[in-house]
């Protein structure tokens, strides 16, 4: 970890699901379980592990989609080296709200507007010029070379990707940095669809100055792979790994989609 590195920390988190049987009556059962991790800021992260181990969960917990039973999710950290014990040092910032400025994009996100509506239209329905993403989509858009005098089902499948990814930073009633949520959402996906979106992705970040922190859940090799720069493995609600993409060990009962 460099110095001075921003991160956000999570620290014990539980999460319990109740479910009720119609004979046995109501139980509880650990989603996650006394979860700590640290995982950078500014960087792509991803989350793999084989079905209910806990991906989906864990990210909906720590932007604030989901409640949590116990622990923390400490929103801003800064670390430094300690000189003298060669240790990392916390400088906690913690952040009150308990939700994130995030977008959560799905394979079924198309159902959340009308894929026969014109582009432009679609993303004007969010033109509050109060918060950053939306004063500055028009430029956006302009500079991607994104159609926008179509209807949304007409794009190409990496045009439509990147489309609905600024239509959910639109939503966002908040100002950055934000938080891009993508579970699933490339695992069918051609990879030149995700290189493709990721390039955009960067010249949103990168020309426009808008701070976007990537979560990719994922059951794909090459996805997490090939396009993240971080990754958390989990399994049975309990972090199995987590480092380089490279050097991270999976769960042998991983099942992947590549």
């Known amino acids: 970890m460099s110095p001075a590195a921003s991160v956000l920390r999570v620290e014990n988190l539980s999460k319990l699901y109740k479910s009720r049987w119609f004979f046995q009556g ?15 800021r500014d960087k792509i992260v991803s989350f793999i592990g084989p079905s209910g181990s806990g991906k989906s969960t864990l990210v909906k917990c720590i932007v604030g989609m989901e409640s949590i039973n116990g622990g923390s999710v400490i929103k801003t950290e800064e670390v430094t080296n300690d000189v003298n ?3 990392p ?5 913690i952040n009150e709200d308990s939700k994130m ?21 679609l993303l004007k329905q969010y033109s509050c010029k109060l918060f950053l993403i939306n004063s500055i989509v028009d430029d956006i858009v302009a500079q991607l070379k994104l159609p926008t005098d179509v209807t949304a089902s007409s794009l190409l499948i990496s045009q439509r990707k990147t489309f609905e990814i600024l239509l959910g930073l639109c939503r966002i009633e908040k100002n950055p940095p934000y938080v891009v949520v993508l579970d699933e959402y490339f695992d069918k996906d051609h990879s030149t669809v995700l290189s493709t979106v990721m390039k955009n992705l960067r010249v949103i970040q990168n020309n426009f100055n808008v701070d976007i922190q990537m979560f990719i859940v994922t059951h794909s090799k090459s996805v997490y792979q090939q396009h993240s720069d971080y990754t958390i493995a989990l399994y049975k609600g309990m972090i199995y790994d987590s480092g380089l993409p490279s050097r991270v060990k999976c769960p042998a009962q991983m099942t992947w989609v590549d």
Do not use: M, W
Not at 89 to 93: F, I, K
Not at 101 to 121: A, Q
């Open 26 to 40: 109501s139980s509880q059962s650990y989603a996650l379980k006394n979860i700590t991790t640290i995982i950078p």
């Open 85 to 87: 014990h060669g240790s």
């Open 89 to 93: 040092r916390y400088n906690v910032g």
């Open 101 to 121: 400025s995030y977008c959560y994009l799905d394979p079924h996100f198309y159902l959340s507007y009308n894929d026969n509506t014109n582009v432009h239209e």
